[in-house]
DNA sequence: AAACGTTTGAAACAGTTGTTTAAATCGGGA
DNA sequence: TCCCGATTTAAACAACTGTTTCAAACGTTT
């Protein structure tokens, strides 16, 4: 079972991790199949040999990120207060996302799809996002103590996964305009922190002003 | 002065239309300079004499994007309570991004660019976002009676642009996640309502807990 | 050793890309 | 009317794209 230790990566591992690497920063169309084979150390014709074409290579490097990215958690695995559960699903989603000792490309291509969908979109969200925002709904209930209507909850959802993804998706910006808050090494923690806090108030501040029992 | 009304727009000007919706769509690697022309009813060359080439284009029209999107205001414009004004800046900034009555191109160039800046994106930062991004904040401070940090004010003003972005970057997503978000006609008003309420109840907790002056 | 399917290799393919060229056309002043 | 700059046109360019081809090399089983 056990392989020796120092074993290279096989070649269709190799293009995967380097596929993941150059679609995340070039993008689908900046890619380029010799850049893939050149930096993944294997000859041209390999992504035609071990994948259909590049687009098959793309989708099968966008799953592989998402199945790391989304991994499946209930609301009691993450603590036994609403407020506990939220910070840790906060914190576990920017980890993954943005954890910088993981590979960046996950994140990176994830971004990349939300923003310009591939055809994979539809699979991808039923089996990837919705269970995820699933968890997410069920805390947000918890919080607010199920006096939120679905709507509410909704929208709270958004507001939540919203915050996270800035730091993701406008990273750039966020460098330039605020970079106090990326300065601190733990600056995940923290983010993850405000996030939580910020978003619990809100989501007390909907359950008590006006709440529809629906 | 008055030009005829019915005056064909002049073949620069239809080349920025049809770039910013194509580079919308597409991306800037993804365009094709043979599908711009055409859709601009312009010759293929055209590009290369009112541009100096593809990317001046793209700058050009990115530029015209921001010009539009990111309008310069101070508080006082908004409103007279800090609510006011929060419920202004957040509906204001939706509808410039996502109001299909604009062209809609200029918001999906606005998300692509966040999300893979060109080498444009750091004066583009300092002309258009800082500004922008400073009225924000001056909003904020005065949500909170002055009572929070600077990175707690920077915190508050990612998490209210990220809850705003995130219907823009996540679109598609949003769609078939929580449709019955963005089925009401007048989604956008529902929309902002809620970002500033659930913000202003985050603002307030900041506020309220562990006040940091500095 | 021979034969096998699997993997790698270098080269070439056809199609598309952004850009350039140079001739043709237009619109007003001299 | 003629001329001249500005604009438009069609054609061609070289470079690069993803993909294919087919022979060489490899490792395992007869």
Redesign the interface.
Known sequence: MATLPAAPAPARDRLIQAAGEVFGD?????ATVREITRRAKVNLAAINYYFRDKEELYLETLNHAMRTIFVRTQPEDLGTTPAEQLLAYISGLLQRILNPARPGWHGKLL??E????SRL??VL??TF??PH?DTLHKIIRSAADGQLS???V??????V???????R??R???E???P??LEAPDYLDH?AA??A??????????AT?APRHQ
């Open positions: 070039q993008g689908f169309d900046g971004a990349r939300l923003t310009s969908p979109l539809n969200v039923e996002v919705r925002r679905e709507m509410q909704s929208l709270a959802g958004a507001s996964i919203g915050q996270c993804l800035y730091y998706n406008c750039a910006v966020c330039r305009l605020s106090e808050i983010v405000h996030i806090d910020f978003s619990l108030a809100g989501i007390a501040a909907q002003s």
